[in-house]
């Protein structure tokens, strides 16, 4: 079983930055995809950023140009840096990892922008 350890959510104010990390806890696995997904209260779940093995970026367009996606394949780590943050970024963050055969969820972390 793959664990997905996040880190890096806060509070922070308008305009600031912030930059998540995803851990997965283990390796010797194949992985297609990283990326981070957003559920804000009252809202579903969102795609907010995807990077394939290849590097192969994908990115919602309320956060196209202030968000950036990377990844550490040695470490099997993904990060997500994110500037110029509005309130309407507030939400819980979750971090996808997905494999030939399964896809893992992270516990989520709270991201905070105060206007």
């Known amino acids: 079983q793959v664990q997905l350890v996040e880190s890096g959510g806060g509070l922070v104010q308008a305009g600031g930055s912030l930059r998540l990390s995803c851990a997965a806890s283990?390796?010797?696995?194949?992985?297609?995809?990283m990326g981070w997904y957003r559920q804000a209260p009252g809202k579903q779940r969102e795609s907010v950023a995807s990077?394939?093995?290849?590097?192969?970026?994908n990115y919602a367009d309320s956060v196209k140009g202030r968000f950036t996606i990377s990844r550490d394949n040695a470490k099997n780590t993904v990060y997500l840096q994110m500037n110029n943050l509005k309130p309407e970024d507030t939400a819980v963050y979750y971090c996808?990892?997905?494999?030939?055969?399964?896809?893992?969820w992270g516990q989520g972390t709270q991201v905070t922008v105060s206007s």
């Open positions: 283990k390796s010797g696995f194949s992985i297609n995809a």
């Open positions: 996808k990892l997905v494999t030939t055969y399964n896809a893992y």
């Open positions: 990077i394939a093995t290849y590097g192969l970026t």
